[in-house]
């Protein structure tokens, strides 16, 4: 009977919201006031009083519901979730990140990090919570090569109270703030929630045209004719390419155009400066960076025959 009690408080506590922090003092006393043979007469109660016990309770949720995109190889991937306290006094907690049976791969050099890009060392610097408190919580991994579009690595995070963890409604004596006693709430003082790596390799296909415009006004390759080459650089899929450079030589026989490079319309230097264009002597390169797919890019640049 008393663990039944126990669990229905749990609920009902978990329900305040915080409004009323575990180990606050509750006092109620009566008074009753009458009239005897003319006189009046008050009287007062004894003073009735308890303190209220703190709920166990938390969540963890992923910040990355539909997971995250990532390449193979990859390195440094971060999954973020929010742990919160959502009992009603102040709790500490011991995180694990977990592999997930049936998944494409596990990833590997998987730590937890706490905010901001703190290594988490269980038992040294398990996170503190106040009631109604969040905190981010990052599982950072590396993904292996050899995968293919499509398959997933899942991770749980896994946070568990050190306080205690049991049966929604188990008594825990004395473990609550300020030696009261806790309650274990809803969450059973352990919880976990689910999130994942994707791969989505992005691929590139390069077109490459050339049109021609002569001395006399027509479209011969002849000496002094004005070649004009288009690159159409198409990323294909849905992913990210990093650190791209687009990268062709001077055909022999020809002679580059000075200043005559273009990305997607607008013009660029030639000099290795600010912009992603450059002419070396013998190539002219486009650093395109950083690309996320699907997307189409243009270079362009001219040479004269000789």
């Known amino acids: 009977m008393q663990a039944l009690f ?36 008050e009287i007062v109660s004894n003073l009735s009083t308890f303190r ?78 106040e009631a109604g408190d969040s905190k981010k919580i990052y599982i950072i991994s590396d993904i292996p090569a050899g995968l293919n579009s499509g398959d997933q690595g899942q991770l749980n995070l896994e946070a568990i109270s050190n306080t205690g963890t049991g049966a929604s409604g188990t008594v825990l004596p004395g473990a609550g703030d300020g030696g009261v006693d806790a309650v274990i709430g809803p969450s059973t003082g352990a919880v976990q929630d689910l999130s994942f790596y994707y791969i989505n390799q992005a691929t590139v296909n390069i077109a490459k045209s050339q049109s021609i415009q002569d001395p006399l006004g027509s479209n011969a390759p002849i000496k002094g004719a004005i070649i004009t080459y288009t690159l159409d650089v198409n990323l294909q899929g849905s992913g990210f390419i990093k650190n791209a450079i687009l990268n062709d030589p001077i055909p022999t026989n020809t002679t580059y155009i000075p200043g005559s490079l273009e990305l997607d319309g607008s013009a660029l230097t030639d000099s290795a400066d600010a912009d992603v264009g450059n002419f070396d002597g013998t190539h002219v390169r486009f650093n395109l960076g950083n690309q996320i797919a699907p997307k189409t890019i243009q270079a362009k640049f001219k040479v004269e025959v000789n």
């Open 6 to 41: 126990y669990f229905f408080l749990s609920m009902f506590l978990a329900s305040l919201c915080f409004a009323v922090p575990a180990n606050t003092l509750i006092q109620n006393q009566a008074t009753a006031t009458y009239s005897y043979n003319g006189s009046s007469k």
């Open 52 to 129: 209220v016990l703190e709920i166990i309770n938390h969540n963890v949720i992923t910040n990355h519901p539909s997971g995250l995109l990532s390449l193979s190889p990859d390195t440094q991937k971060s999954l973020s979730f929010t742990l919160t306290n959502t009992g009603n006094g102040r709790d500490s907690y011991s995180l694990f990140a977990k592999q997930i049976l049936g998944d494409e791969y596990d990833p590997t050099n998987v730590r937890i990090f706490l905010e901001p890009a703190i290594l988490y060392i269980p038992g040294v610097n398990d996170p503190v919570l």
